[in-house]
């Protein structure tokens, strides 16, 4: 007998949770949790199919290749033969697979290969996730994590023009600001993240000049 959509998603939740217990914190569960909880509002006010966002959501980042020495391949592997172990249907398993393919930052420097609604909720999500408050945690939390410098003003912010030179840089955390997360807003795919956007990227900027003016020592 198949699960239950409710059973596949609670089961879905516990692997999610035991395969990222030891992740680096701002790629933890807590990420899942929050994109998770992002995609479903978002998903409610689109017309999308509500299990395979939940599904895209929870696996997006299950084996993310800037921890995985550059394999592109293990996150998506291992999200379908979960699905597969769960008896999901196979359109579904195929719809998700696309998504957690295809809705990464990086991805941006390639030529778009698959889009669906539903891809769309959940990078807004995702990319969400990656600005405001939280946004400026996770990059500072991910630039100790690699041991990057905070900022250096002898080294100036990049315009990447492929993935290569995007995923191998070693560039002072506030770069980053510049190099993606200001970037974000104008990149929301729905209404509902372009909203959510707006506020989350105004409390950056305020904190990347308040930033560059404690730095001067101006306050
Ligand atoms: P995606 O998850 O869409 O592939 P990235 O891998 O570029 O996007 O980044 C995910 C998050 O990891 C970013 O939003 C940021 O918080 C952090 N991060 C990635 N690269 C850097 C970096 N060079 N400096 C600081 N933080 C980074
Ligand atoms: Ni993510």
């Given at each position: 007998m198949p699960y239950t959509q409710e059973k596949i998603i609670t089961l879905t939740v516990a692997y999610v949770k035991e395969t990222l217990k030891d992740a680096e914190g701002g790629h933890d569960w807590w990420h899942i949790y929050r994109v998770w909880k992002l995609a479903v509002r978002i998903a409610k006010e689109e017309s999308v199919?509500?299990?395979?966002?939940?599904?895209?959501?929870?696996?997006?980042?299950?084996?993310?290749?800037?921890?995985?020495?550059?394999?592109?391949?293990?996150?998506?592997?291992?999200?379908g033969n979960f699905l597969t172990k769960m008896h999901v249907d196979k359109q579904i398993i195929k719809h998700v697979d696309a998504i957690i393919r295809n809705m990464s930052f990086h991805k941006t420097f390639e030529e778009k290969r698959f889009n669906s609604r539903e891809l769309q909720v959940v990078q807004d999500a995702d990319r969400i996730d990656a600005i405001g408050?939280?946004?400026?945690?996770?990059?500072?939390?991910?630039?100790?994590?690699?041991?990057?410098?905070?900022?250096?003003?002898?080294?100036?912010?990049?315009?990447?023009l492929n993935k290569e030179s995007y995923k191998?840089?070693?560039?002072?955390?506030?770069?980053?600001?510049?190099?993606?997360?200001?970037?974000?807003?104008?990149?929301?795919?729905?209404?509902?993240?372009?909203?959510?956007?707006?506020?989350?990227?105004?409390?950056?900027?305020?904190?990347?000049?308040?930033?560059?003016?404690?730095?001067?020592?101006?306050?």
């Open positions: 199919n509500l299990f395979v966002v939940q599904l895209a959501a929870l696996l997006h980042d299950i084996a993310d290749s800037k921890f995985h020495s550059g394999d592109e391949e293990l996150g998506p592997r291992l999200a408050a939280i946004g400026i945690a996770r990059a500072f939390n991910y630039g100790g994590h690699k041991n990057f410098p905070i900022y250096n003003p002898h080294i100036k912010p990049e315009t990447y191998s840089s070693k560039a002072p955390t506030l770069n980053h600001f510049y190099e993606k997360l200001f970037l974000l807003k104008d990149m929301m795919n729905t209404k509902t993240g372009k909203r959510l956007a707006e506020g989350r990227h105004q409390f950056m900027e305020a904190f990347v000049e308040r930033f560059l003016k404690e730095w001067d020592t101006e306050c």
